[in-house]
């Protein structure tokens, strides 16, 4: 570990130091350390490094000055020595796509939590705090990049609002995104989810494809394939996470797009597509987690877990450490890191053991990661503490008026996935408002917008989650984060909402006029100011608290979370009511 | 073939819209004909794409917009078609480090000779050049590079002159580089050869590689190994095109260099390294042809000959073509080719076969090569005409006066090698003077300093050539660029240097007062201002007289043009005197 002293030595030469002199000053030494010739400042002994590019072993010592290796295959002395103790060392992982938001954690916690699992490299989109806090919450990231010790890198949210058939916070054009592309964090424009722009050729889209041209442009195309997709491709996008069958992924491959096989909590395309991972291809496909909440990190790990099940389902290790490093970083354009090897980035994982990827230690940066190196950032300040500006709301405003109309449209949610089906039924009538029937499993749903615009409520039912008393909550909502509300009665669906109202944001379980259980999610409504171990215990409480409800769901905040996204069919919900996704219109 | 009119039309539409409207017009047009509801500006009917990535094939069309490949398997239409008739279509090839200049012809006629090969992309270095005229040459090849029909690429020379032991013509530090460094064609820094100044950290040479870190520094590390090649790499130095054994190859490959196989017309590496080319090192490998003249390019090929023997010595097609294309791209940061596919660069030749990459035509930027187009391209002014500035040169300016010292250092040449040995003769002398001895085939050599500086002429003896009478002559004299003679007696050699100065550059066979043959290069005394097939005439003219005077050598003038490269073992010799490169000083 370097100690908060050399970082601070380093921070005032930086102030003191042009910097031209310093780059001669840092290659001078990496030279002759790499040489032999003075120590490194760091050297892992007794390594056994292994290759991603053949799967060969060496065992050597590994020198590093500041952030990058100067010397393997051969013997080293460094101010600062580790003992590998003959584990294997492979390069760091890199996320090729995630929203740090759906961790529930703000960047530095994210940090904090999954570093430790071999993600030296995050590339992620900041989707979800940009449709609540528009190029704030995006710089809040760039922020945040420079504090972490893993290199968390940004694609810039290209799709902000990703509709119009809901209200966000935020509306994001060229012109807001342009002058944050050149900044040293930042890869390009993420993914582009708003294919049918890119394929009609809508002007706006237009504009921000032309901005980014030579750049990255990161893909998002489910489904899409034939001409439509050689269109789609044709803008210059390069990459995909959402091909879900082997087939759909080996049509993008063979068009040369970079597939990002991804495993979520709610996304899990692992199994489907590991038989994509060939030698041959090895070089054309990254790993990512999209969207992965602290409970499942905690419970099976993140990038780390995807390697070792692909290696279960049959692929070789270099494989699946290559696409969990160098293929990555090639198809983003990170052309430092991917390798451990002389004049590469520091990034490294010591593992106990290499079919399992059971993570030993990491070196991110040149440094070794531990507690008191995640203590030792510089703090960040959180933003869009003030974000959820909701009237005064009462059991009223959930209120659906009895019509002539007897038979409602009804969400289906299906259990972990995020596509919901079109149904109907008969519900009750009582004063003239149509209720919840729990005992046919159809209860309230409703989107509360939360960004102090519209104040506009959307009304319907869902079915699916099991729920016979209460409510569930959540300032989630992808992608525009209004409230969305489920519940077996409008007084507890008010309850619900105006205390999330009060905690500015979070995940809510009440009944009636008590609250049951609650997270706190206050920077933009979105994340915690917790460490990711109490949002972890948390969840768990919340989780008891809907199954006390009756709630039959595995993960029902995800699931409530997901109901007001517009571009996944088939009958979705926003503030502005009930969204038929499939006729892409609201419901009359 | 789009016409001259077309060119025009656009150059137009250039001069009357901003750019971003230019490119969002663009885009859309390449999404609409991606999707088959506009015309693609070039359709190539009945193709059988072959994947670089898996070696499969598949029966398509292409459907290329402007410069760009917007659909593949699929059927099309567009404005012009071209049938393929079944041919197999790969993606053109980059050569990855190369010395124009080597081919004796402008950089337009280079490109009229090397693109139908199917080299798209040229990677030069202008090394040559830019120790004649500094960074006029340099910006000579910038120009060419916007006029090529082939993507010509640009790598800064980084050590001019190579040492301090010869007079070069120019001499560039950073502070003249660093004014290119973002021009849209120049890459990086080129072929890192002054490893000792890298090793020793010399201010300098620091300066340079701190300039160029995040971007691209090209290799040269002949031999280089252990620890030394540990501090050369930890420079940010990551190619190499010197390793000239596989089990160099390896272990610069697992200290993470992208090995670029070269097989030039005197240095020739492929059938050494041919055995590293396997599935799993295939990314990480290109080729190159670093200097090959045009008797070479007409009789054996270029990049496209590489592959064939590649294949021939048992690489897989798939292997061989990744290398010659998306691998050297990605080494190189140019992420827009090296696939045939949607949104990449419409840069691909098509094959009457697969095996032996015969290659039937070259689309090149979404055109189609012919010589319509090469006569189309806008004409570049040379540069360099009266770049030989030397005195009044006699038989007596070669004199070498006797000694006490009876024996003399002999720089021995080796047939097909730029490496030489170090022997020593007993040599007749004449009227006070030692002179040549052909009988034990020892000539006279000298280097005559042409930059007008110095006027400085160093003289020697050499062994090898096989030379019985006259002399032979060259103003390409490897770095400095000097002129560099061989020859059996002092007028024959005068009668060669001055037919140089008159022609400003070139190579001589000349004999007593007589010039037998000769090739003018006239650009900075290195090229010819006539076509490549000319100059392929010529140079058998000029083999031919040589061979008339005795010269045993299959390229006399390549095996003169070596001999004052300083950083080559062992004797060379340069206009300072003879040079011991093992001492690295002058021969007292």
């Given amino acids: 570990m370097r100690s908060l002293r050399c970082l601070q030595q380093d921070a005032e030469r930086k102030r003191t130091m042009p910097n031209a002199t310093m780059t001669e000053q840092f290659l001078r030494r990496a030279i002759a350390a790499g040489r032999g010739l003075e120590p490194a400042d760091l050297v892992i002994r007794n390594a056994r490094l292994f290759s991603v590019m053949d799967g060969s072993f060496v065992d050597t010592d590994i020198a590093i000055v500041g952030e990058r290796i100067v010397g393997t295959h051969g013997r080293y002395e460094g101010a600062q020595t580790l003992d590998a103790g003959g584990r294997v060392v492979v390069p760091g992982f890199i996320d090729a796509h995630l929203h740090v938001e759906s961790s529930l954690v703000s960047p530095l916690e994210f940090d904090r939590c999954v570093l430790p699992h071999g993600?030296?490299?995050?590339?992620?989109?900041?989707?979800?705090?940009?449709?609540?806090?528009?190029?704030?919450?995006?710089?809040?990231?760039?922020?945040?990049?420079?504090?972490?010790?893993?290199?968390?890198?940004?694609?810039?949210?290209?799709?902000?609002p990703a509709t119009s058939f809901e209200t966000?916070?935020?509306?994001?054009?060229?012109?807001?995104?342009?002058?944050?592309?050149?900044?040293?964090?930042?890869?390009?424009?993420?993914?582009?989810?708003?294919?049918?722009?890119?394929?009609s050729g809508d002007p706006a889209v237009l504009a921000k494809l032309a901005a980014f041209q030579g750049g990255h442009i990161d893909g998002h195309a489910p489904l899409l394939s034939g001409l439509d997709l050689n269109g789609y491709l044709a803008a210059g996008i390069r990459t995909d996470h959402e091909a879900t069958t082997a087939a759909e992924a080996r049509e993008k491959l063979a068009k040369g797009m970079t597939i990002l096989i991804r495993e979520g909590s709610v996304s899990k395309d692992l199994e489907a597509l590991a038989e994509i991972l060939t030698p041959d291809m090895a070089s054309f496909i990254g790993l990512c987690t999209d969207d992965r909440n602290p409970l499942d990190i905690a419970e099976?790990?993140?990038?780390?877990?995807?390697?070792?099940?692909?290696?279960?389902?049959?692929?070789?290790?270099?494989?699946?450490?290559?696409?969990?490093?160098?293929?990555?970083?090639?198809?983003?354009?990170?052309?430092?890191?991917?390798?451990?090897?002389?004049?590469?980035?520091?990034?490294?994982?010591?593992?106990?053991?290499?079919?399992?990827?059971?993570?030993?230690?990491?070196?991110?940066?040149?440094?070794?990661?531990?507690e008191a190196g995640f203590a030792a950032r510089a703090p960040l300040d959180p933003v869009g503490l003030e974000s959820v500006?909701?009237?005064?709301?009462?059991?009223?405003?959930?209120?659906?008026?009895?019509?002539?109309?007897?038979?409602?449209?009804?969400?289906g949610v299906v259990a972990g996935r995020i596509i919901t089906e079109r149904l109907s039924a008969t519900l009750p009538v009582r004063d003239g408002a149509v209720i919840a029937d729990p005992a046919q499993d159809t209860v309230k749903v409703a989107v509360v917008e939360r960004h102090g615009k519209t104040g506009g409520i959307g009304r319907g039912f869902v079915s699916g989650f099991g729920l016979q008393r209460g409510a569930i909550a959540s300032s989630v909502g992808h992608d525009s984060h209004n409230i969305c509300v489920v519940g077996a009665d409008d007084a507890s669906m008010a309850t619900a909402v105006r205390r999330i109202g009060e905690l500015q944001g979070g995940f809510v379980v009440a009944e009636g006029d008590e609250v049951?259980?609650?997270?706190?999610?206050?920077?933009?409504?979105?994340?915690?100011?917790?460490?990711?171990?109490?949002?972890?215990?948390?969840?768990?409480?919340?989780?008891?608290?809907?199954?006390?409800?009756?709630?039959?769901?595995?993960?029902?905040?995800?699931q409530v979370a997901f109901l007001p996204l517009p571009v996944i069919p088939h009958l979705k919900i926003t503030d502005m009511g009930l969204f038929d996704v499939d006729r892409f219109a609201l419901v009359e």
Same sequence: chains 1, 2.
């Fill in 119 to 160: 993600v030296t490299t995050a590339i992620c989109d900041p989707h979800e705090i940009a449709n609540v806090l528009g190029i704030e919450g995006i710089r809040y990231f760039l922020d945040a990049s420079e504090r972490t010790l893993m290199d968390l890198r940004v694609n810039l949210s290209s799709c902000v």
């Fill in 168 to 199: 966000s916070g935020a509306r994001l054009e060229i012109a807001d995104l342009e002058p944050l592309r050149d900044h040293p964090k930042v890869i390009g424009l993420a993914e582009f989810m708003n294919f049918p722009g890119v394929l």
């Fill in 300 to 370: 099976e790990g993140h990038v780390d877990s995807m390697i070792r099940r692909l290696i279960g389902r049959g692929a070789r290790p270099q494989d699946a450490y290559r696409a969990a490093s160098w293929s990555a970083a090639m198809a983003f354009g990170l052309r430092d890191r991917g390798l451990v090897a002389p004049g590469w980035r520091a990034d490294l994982v010591l593992l106990d053991d290499l079919e399992s990827c059971r993570v030993h230690s990491v070196v991110a940066g040149g440094r070794p990661v531990d």
């Fill in 389 to 411: 500006v909701i009237g005064r709301i009462s059991a009223e405003d959930f209120r659906i008026e009895a019509s002539r109309a007897n038979e409602r449209p009804v969400i």
């Fill in 516 to 558: 049951r259980a609650e997270l706190a999610l206050p920077i933009a409504g979105l994340m915690s100011l917790s460490s990711f171990e109490e949002v972890r215990v948390t969840l768990e409480d919340l989780r008891a608290a809907a199954r006390d409800l009756g709630c039959t769901l595995a993960e029902p905040f995800l």
